[in-house]
């Protein structure tokens, strides 16, 4: 893996070259900065590009809205999510995404971006099952469920990191590496229930899985129907309305009460009285509102501390951290963080006011 050379511009932003500006402070990896960049490259797509042309896909928005599960309520992730598919329609004999990667390489800079720009016109659809995760350099592994081709992808900062048992992606290619186009569409289950989610794949009959040929699952219909086969579940947890989570067990009031003051032992041990005291305030709200729905109260104070730190301290936790806090796996408190967390906010907020 090369470092950052010394004549080019200095990763920090500041303009000048990295050999007159950082490089005595640290060494970044070129992959590190090229992973980053061409992020940036896809955030600008979807807001430049993207943005203004919403209202053109308003129908095959709410297509998909109303006809995916409602085990999966998540519209915001999917308008974003379909937002990048929808990028790759043809705008006269080209893409959206071929039109503005042609615009952006006129101004990129980095001649190893720009070589690499070449090589993403057509992202890959990929319906995959994880080999292997790896947090510290954010690789996966994956091998796809219709050829059995392995992948291994690095994932930018931008995506959170959990547990993934499947995922159904587009690809780009990144020298020897891949890089996902837009948002992966991650679906985590327990092992007694992958032979269904393969099955489910299978029932989809998608033909021409070779090459280019995969470009026909990126219609409206057929994105819902992949969607549904990822994040559909057995009739027991699709009548908990769970997606992620894995809470099937019932509880009484008397497992939350202990849960917050697991929760409260946990801060009290960070040695801050103030936030021992809020994080049990969150939960013990959290569940006062939500009580009825929650099956296993381990998953939310995880949650909570995870969403703690990372919103009101200085010293951010990752979701894997929070679990082990908890006995609990990283993918269960991914799913109870994705549920609360604009909860969460709101609440954080009306404290915030109050204090002041």
């Not at 091998?143 to 587009?170: G, M, N, R």
């Not at 021409?208 to 129907?225: A, H, K, P, Q």
Request: aromatic share 10%; with cysteine.
């Amino acid at each position: 893996m090369q470092d950052v050379g010394r004549n080019e511009p200095c990763p920090c932003g500041s303009g000048k070259k990295y050999k007159k500006c950082c490089s005595k402070k640290q060494v970044v990896s070129i992959q590190t900065l090229l992973v980053t960049e061409q992020m940036d490259l896809q955030l600008q797509f979807l807001s430049e590009a993207m943005g203004p042309k919403q209202a053109l896909f308003k129908e095959d928005i709410s297509y998909v809205l109303n006809h995916v599960t409602e085990t999966f309520n998540e519209p915001q992730f999917l308008t974003v999510y379909l937002s990048f598919i929808f990028g790759l329609r043809k705008e006269d004999s080209t893409t959206y995404w071929e039109n503005f990667l042609e615009e952006k390489s006129t101004v990129t800079e980095r001649p190893r971006l720009r070589e690499l720009m070449k090589q993403w016109a057509s992202p890959k659809p990929v319906l995959a099952e994880v080999v292997s995760m790896d947090e510290d350099i954010r690789e996966i592994i994956m091998k796809d469920l219709l050829d059995d081709q392995e992948y291994t992808v690095v994932l930018p900062e931008f995506h959170s990191w959990s547990s993934i048992d499947f995922i159904y992606a587009l690809l780009i290619p990144f020298e020897e590496k891949w890089v996902p186009y837009g948002f992966m569409l991650p679906a985590v289950y327990s092992q007694n229930e992958r032979e269904q989610v393969i099955d489910r794949i299978s029932q989809l009959n998608i033909d021409n899985i070779e090459g280019e040929n995969r470009v026909n699952w990126l219609t409206t219909e057929m994105s819902t129907r992949i969607i549904n086969a990822m994040v559909e579940r057995t009739e027991s947890l699709e009548s908990e309305g769970e997606w992620l989570g894995q809470m099937v067990q019932e509880i009484d009031k008397d497992a939350q009460t202990e849960a917050v003051h697991e929760l409260k032992n946990y801060w009290d041990k960070q040695g801050d009285e103030d936030l021992s005291l809020f994080a049990c305030h969150i939960a013990s709200s959290y569940f006062a509102e939500h009580g009825e729905k929650i099956r296993k109260p381990q998953p939310y104070i995880a949650a909570v501390s995870y969403l703690m730190a990372q919103h009101a301290t200085n010293h951010p936790i990752t979701q894997k951290e929070a679990g082990e806090a908890f006995d609990i796996s990283a993918a269960s408190v991914s799913s109870a963080a994705r549920k609360m967390e604009k909860w969460f906010l709101e609440e954080l907020r009306i404290l915030q006011d109050q204090s002041n």
